[in-house]
Every structure is written in structure tokens, then in C-alpha cells.
């Protein structure tokens, strides 16, 4: 268990970041990665800021938004607004260059997840997709919403990310896997073996409790990503 009050920050103009590993200047020798997943950043950008144009190499990027719009831009021709609902998977692979950004005239901030995975071949030319899963999420259930047994692949073999939403108090069992990252990302649950769980708390299993995976109590309201790792 990982609270969220205990995550490293960093605060520049119109960004704050909270981190779940190791990121820049924050380095602890004892938590930077888990499983294939090294970054999990819940950023928050206020209207006209961002991330300008920026490089990255021989990584999985996906993205994931909690509330407004993310305007994506790289150098491979793809852009866009990325909103609530849907997933974004950008992978780097040899190399590109891309800007992430609040709209200047955006109504509010953007808060999104964004999580780096280490691809299983780093060199292969960069590509892009995205994808609106809100549909699939009506019902509550945890689905999956990128990489095995998804729409959008990941090129991170064994490494899915779940999601689920709870309009109403609700139980959701998690996938039985090897390796399982819980990340509230709003809302109030109480995960099975564990206990009581927030907004940014984050929990690792390495043992999901035996066929049916473990129980996650959601409250109304809530939203939590799931990853696991075969």
C-alpha cells in the first residue's frame, strides 16, 4: 500500500505531478518500476500549460483522462484532444517528439494518468492509436481497455490495463495474475486483504488471491486503473 499523501511532487507554472516511482529528481533506488510499468504520473495542467515539445525513445506511453482535455501533438502527424473515455497508446520506439497541453481557452484543467512501460523490442518505428472505451465502462465492470484481450494492443507482452467506474457503490473482482497494480484514481474503495483505499492511493500485489482475483469494494463516484503483468 502506497498512500497517496506520501508520493513524490513536482510543481512548475500551471502543472503539478505526483509520483508513483522514481521520476527526475526524485529518485528512490527501491521503487522504480514494477513489473514492465516505470511511471505512473497523475498530472494536473491548468489552461495554456503544459509540456512542450519533448523527446522520447524505446517506451510504451499510455494515457489516460480523469477530467477536461489533453491536446496531444507529435511529430509523427498525429494529434488531437484526448478526453475522459478514451485510452491513448503512443509508442516511441526509435524516437519522436510530441507536446501535451491545456487548451489556453479550456473551461478547466486537464487531470490525466499517464504511465511508461518498457516495450518488449524498443526498436521498432513509433506509432500511435486511441480509442473511446466509455461505452464499455457504462456497466461498472472492470474491463479491459489496452493490451491482451483489448482493442488497442500494447507493445509490452502480458501487460493490460483495466479500468472501472462506479456511478453507484459496487464490487469488482480483480484479474488473477502473477503481478497486479491497483490505482485509485478518484473516489473511495476497500480492496479485499488490504483494506481502505482513496484518491491516488495506490496498492502492488504480486499474489491477486487465488482464482477470481481478489474483491474491490468501489464507492459511488469511483474510478480506479488496474495493470497486471503475466
Avoid: K
Avoid at 182 to 190: I, P, S
Avoid at 201 to 216: M, Q
Amino acid at each position: 500500500m502506497r498512500r497517496a499523501a506520501d508520493r513524490a511532487s513536482t510543481e512548475t507554472a500551471g502543472r503539478r505531478t505526483h509520483h508513483a516511482f522514481s521520476f527526475g529528481s526524485h529518485y528512490d533506488p527501491a521503487n522504480v518500476s514494477f513489473g514492465a510499468l516505470q511511471v505512473l504520473n497523475d498530472d494536473t495542467v491548468a489552461p495554456g500549460h503544459g509540456y512542450p515539445e519533448h523527446p522520447h525513445v524505446g517506451t510504451e506511453i499510455v494515457t489516460w483522462v480523469l477530467d477536461g482535455g489533453l491536446r496531444h501533438a507529435d511529430t509523427t502527424g498525429h494529434g488531437g484532444l484526448v478526453v475522459p473515455g478514451q485510452v491513448q497508446r503512443l509508442s516511441s520506439g526509435t524516437g519522436i517528439r510530441h507536446t501535451e497541453t491545456c487548451d489556453a481557452g479550456a473551461a478547466r484543467s486537464v487531470r490525466f494518468v499517464q504511465m511508461w512501460l518498457r516495450p518488449d523490442d524498443p526498436d521498432l518505428p513509433p506509432s500511435y492509436a486511441t480509442r473511446e472505451v466509455g461505452d464499455d465502462l457504462a456497466a461498472g465492470d472492470l474491463v479491459p481497455v489496452l493490451g491482451g484481450g483489448a482493442a488497442v494492443g500494447l507493445g509490452t507482452t502480458g501487460a493490460t490495463l483495466h479500468v472501472a467506474r462506479s456511478d453507484r457503490p459496487r464490487t469488482v473482482a480483480l484479474p488473477d495474475a502473477p503481478r497486479t497494480q491497483v490505482f485509485l484514481a478518484r473516489g473511495e474503495g476497500d480492496l479485499e486483504g488490504v483494506g481502505a483505499l482513496g484518491t491516488g492511493d495506490e496498492v502492488r500485489l504480486t499474489d491477486a488471491g487465488g482464482p477470481g482475483g481478489r474483491s474491490l469494494r468501489l464507492g459511488a463516484g469511483a474510478e480506479v486503473l488496474v495493470w497486471t503483468f503475466a
